[in-house]
């Protein structure tokens, strides 16, 4: 908005930014953060540790057995 | 919740965005070189016992001189190692039963084998500046060198679990120097959904799904307690973080969110106690979700987990913080 202001005068009314926008920015900012970060392997919860097909229980969890 | 937590929330579903179109295409350039599965490994004994210990390279591998000290303590368990704590291994004289590699970066991970192509140093500033192996730090191409006649002379009697995801130079690199291969799929998402992307490349190369917990160590973790079935497991280089003083330029993530976060890039960063050494150490978002994702697993694994790292942010009821000499005085003595 600042770069729409320049002049030698002053606004009688006080022109600030909305919440909105700003949270628009912080999620914009975050969103591009996330495109770039993160890890090398993904991460699926609750589904065990290795699934070797159907019919074979992924192995290695306290409540399964062995496969 | 501050910047750095916010973001690590979301990074599961970021992983997959960023990680799955680049390691599916890894597996189909692979697939002609797939032969052997991970499962052939679960009938071969690997160490003494019931004990293993999983290394990865965290800078408390050098900080605490573990390697050398693992050497020393006389352990008779199974080694496991990631691709980026080989080199270590190797110099400090440990050599892996197991090493575990499944990043699907084109050009870095080969390095962690030492890359026999590399006549100049990259522009890529990765090996230079990264926490993991000092020695890269310090004289680049020296320690690729050193690193491709140390893996050589070492190959034939490595055994690599690899993720179909890797870069052919790494499975290049690994068959050159004599490494005998057992693949496996990461698993990318819920396999009983049925347009699952782990579902279609387990029917497309008949090969399991391991859960990866985010990054290769823990990935490592999950290979030694469920295909190999070691129920007492120490970690060493488990750092998930920096220790005090580490500059921000040289974390794993800096030149990303310094792009991304701009002036703002040091709220990405997390502090946290460690309550083994007293001291704080800081962390970013990356590394922060790989500690979460390993303490959720760590609740329904069959073993017990003990973290011998004697630093970084990884503990918890299941995952407690004991001294090396300590683990290995009781796995001696069991």
Redesign the interface.
């Known amino acids: 908005m600042t770069k729409y202001l320049r002049g030698n005068y002053e606004l009688k009314a006080t022109v600030e930014e909305s919440a909105e926008g700003a949270q628009d920015a912080t999620e914009a900012f975050e969103r591009k953060a996330l495109s770039r970060l993160g890890g090398s392997i993904c991460f699926v919860s609750k589904k065990g540790f290795l699934w070797k097909g159907d019919g074979a229980d992924g192995s290695g969890t306290k409540d399964r057995q062995q496969a | 919740m501050d910047?750095g937590r916010?973001?690590a929330s979301?990074?599961?579903e970021?992983?997959?965005?960023?990680?799955?179109p680049v390691?599916l295409a890894n597996a189909e350039r692979n697939r002609s070189r797939i032969d052997r599965s991970i499962?052939e490994l679960a009938d071969r004994p690997f160490g003494d016992g019931e004990a293993a210990i999983v290394i990865a390279a965290g800078p408390s591998l050098h900080r605490r001189r573990s390697l050398e000290r693992l050497r020393d303590g006389g352990f008779r368990g199974a080694v496991v190692a990631v691709d980026g704590a080989l080199g270590a291994c190797l110099r400090a004289g440990v050599v892996p039963h197991l090493v575990v590699t499944?990043?699907?970066?084109a050009e870095r991970i080969v390095r962690w084998f030492g890359d026999p192509t590399l006549t100049a140093p990259p522009t890529d500033d990765y090996f230079r500046r990264q926490e993991m192996d000092p020695a890269h730090a310090r004289d680049e191409m020296g320690a690729n060198r050193d690193l491709v006649a140390l893996v050589d002379r070492h190959g034939p009697r490595l055994i690599v679990a690899i993720?179909t995801?890797a870069s052919p130079a790494v499975v290049g690199r690994c068959e050159t120097a004599g490494m005998q291969l057992f693949w496996w799929n990461?698993?990318?998402?819920?396999?009983?959904q049925p347009e699952s992307v782990?579902r279609r490349l387990?029917r497309d190369n008949?090969l399991?799904?391991?859960?990866?917990?985010?990054?290769?160590g823990?990935?490592a973790w999950?290979m030694t307690?469920?295909?190999l079935?070691k129920r007492r497991i120490g970690l060493l280089g488990m750092d998930f973080s920096y220790p005090p003083g580490t500059p921000l330029t040289g974390t794993q993530?800096y030149p990303?969110?310094r792009?991304?976060?701009g002036d703002r890039f040091a709220e990405?960063y997390i502090s946290l106690p460690n309550p083994f050494l007293g001291e704080t150490w800081f962390t970013?978002?990356?590394y922060y979700?790989?500690r979460d994702?390993f303490l959720?697993?760590a609740q329904?694994?069959?073993?017990e987990t003990v973290n011998c790292t004697e630093g970084g942010i990884l503990h918890g009821d299941r995952v407690p913080m004991v001294a090396l000499d300590e683990f290995l005085a009781k796995v001696a003595r069991a």
């Open positions: 910047l916010r973001i979301k990074l599961n970021a992983t997959f965005e960023r990680i799955a390691a499962l499944a990043d699907p970066h993720a995801s990461p698993m990318f998402d819920d396999y009983d782990s387990h008949g399991p799904c391991l859960n990866g917990g985010g990054n290769v823990t990935a999950v307690h469920a295909l079935g993530y990303e969110l792009e991304m976060l990405g970013d978002p990356a979700w790989f994702v959720e697993m329904e694994a069959d073993c």
